[in-house]
């Protein structure tokens, strides 16, 4: 996988994350990404997004907590390093 390439929503996820910061997941970067952008997100593309994020190294995701809601946080890989191989 081309690491030094990312697509346009990859960039815009990226952006969520760092706005979000630690722990951030799914719903809230789905939320975030809503409300800047004013365009409807699925749930499926931000996670989609995530996989291929972490595929490529630039963020890292661990289950969260046992709750009625499983999450899962993503936090940036690195800070600083977010767009470097």
Known sequence: MDR???GGFEHV????LMRLGEGAY???VRQEIEARTGREV?????YATLDRLEAKGYV??????????????APLASRGQVFRP
Do not use: N
């Open 26 to 28: 799914g719903v809230p």
């Open 60 to 73: 890292k995701s661990r289950l969260g907590e046992p709750t009625p809601e499983r999450e899962r946080a």
């Open 42 to 46: 699925s749930i499926g593309a931000v």
């Open 4 to 6: 030094d390439h990312l």
């Open 13 to 16: 996820v990226i952006l969520a």
